[in-house]
């Protein structure tokens, strides 16, 4: 069986245009999810995305090695970020920054499945926050999008177009400020780091 590209299947969610801000409405879709305080590349926040990863690709084989024999490249890792004082992103107080870093799950796979691939996880590694790992819905609604490329210290041009189309729009904006990380910033050099930008809005 040929493997399954859900991102190019999900094409308006994670593969958006560079050039200009798109609006979109995003469904409720099911993610595994580590919440956390602090900023990125701190100790709490590696945890994270290794508890996160471990369960991902877990599930991944499970499913790969049970009846239906599917496999599916793992979905990108997202990230929602605010902090209770807004001006601690303009004064990169980062310490200040909360986040839920989450992987998004294809809809054969459910609670249960979710359960036994922790438990799997557990047997073979001892993770700090694998106990943090949870399974739920989330939905956005409507949102402006844009892909940034170039290192993270750099997008917030990108975040001001986005804001900028959502006001000139004559909306506001709602919810948590949205990244999802398309590129392995281990291997690809900073000015080629793909992230999409994601602001949820409301009329």
């Given at each position: 069986?040929?493997?399954?590209?859900y991102?190019?299947?999900?094409?308006?969610?994670?593969?958006?245009?560079?050039?200009q801000?798109?609006?979109l409405?995003?469904p409720?879709?099911n993610?595994?999810?580590v919440?956390?305080?602090g900023?990125?590349?701190?100790?709490q926040?590696q945890?994270?995305?290794e508890?996160?990863?471990?369960?991902?690709y877990?599930?991944?084989?499970?499913?790969?090695?049970?009846e239906?024999?599917l496999?599916?490249?793992?979905?990108?890792l997202e990230?929602l970020w605010w902090?209770?004082?807004?001006?601690?992103?303009?004064?990169?107080n980062?310490?200040?920054?909360?986040?839920t870093?989450?992987?998004?799950?294809?809809?054969?796979v459910?609670?249960?499945?979710?359960?036994?691939?922790?438990s799997?996880v557990?047997?073979?590694?001892?993770?700090?926050?694998?106990d943090l790992?949870?399974?739920e819905s989330?939905?956005?609604?409507?949102?402006?999008q844009?892909?940034h490329?170039?290192?993270?210290s750099e997008?917030?041009p990108?975040?001001a177009?986005?804001h900028?189309?959502?006001?000139?729009?004559?909306?506001?904006?709602a919810?948590?400020?949205?990244e999802?990380?398309?590129?392995d910033?281990r291997?690809?050099?900073?000015?080629?780091?793909?992230?999409?930008?994601?602001?949820?809005?409301?009329?």
């Amino acid at each position: 069986m040929s493997k399954i590209d859900y991102k190019k299947q999900l094409e308006n969610l994670y593969l958006p245009s560079k050039k200009q801000v798109v609006s979109l409405d995003v469904p409720l879709m099911n993610y595994l999810m580590v919440d956390g305080k602090g900023e990125p590349g701190s100790v709490q926040y590696q945890q994270a995305i290794e508890a996160l990863y471990s369960v991902a690709y877990t599930i991944k084989f499970m499913i790969k090695k049970g009846e239906t024999g599917l496999d599916y490249g793992v979905l990108p890792l997202e990230g929602l970020w605010w902090a209770d004082d807004m001006s601690d992103f303009i004064n990169d107080n980062k310490h200040n920054w909360q986040w839920t870093m989450m992987i998004m799950q294809p809809e054969l796979v459910d609670k249960d499945l979710v359960l036994e691939a922790i438990s799997q996880v557990k047997l073979k590694k001892s993770l700090d926050a694998i106990d943090l790992v949870r399974y739920e819905s989330f939905s956005e609604g409507l949102c402006a999008q844009i892909l940034h490329v170039g290192p993270f210290s750099e997008e917030g041009p990108t975040v001001a177009k986005v804001h900028d189309f959502i006001e000139s729009s004559g909306h506001q904006l709602a919810g948590k400020h949205h990244e999802i990380y398309l590129s392995d910033i281990r291997r690809a050099a900073p000015e080629n780091w793909k992230t999409v930008i994601r602001q949820p809005y409301q009329r």
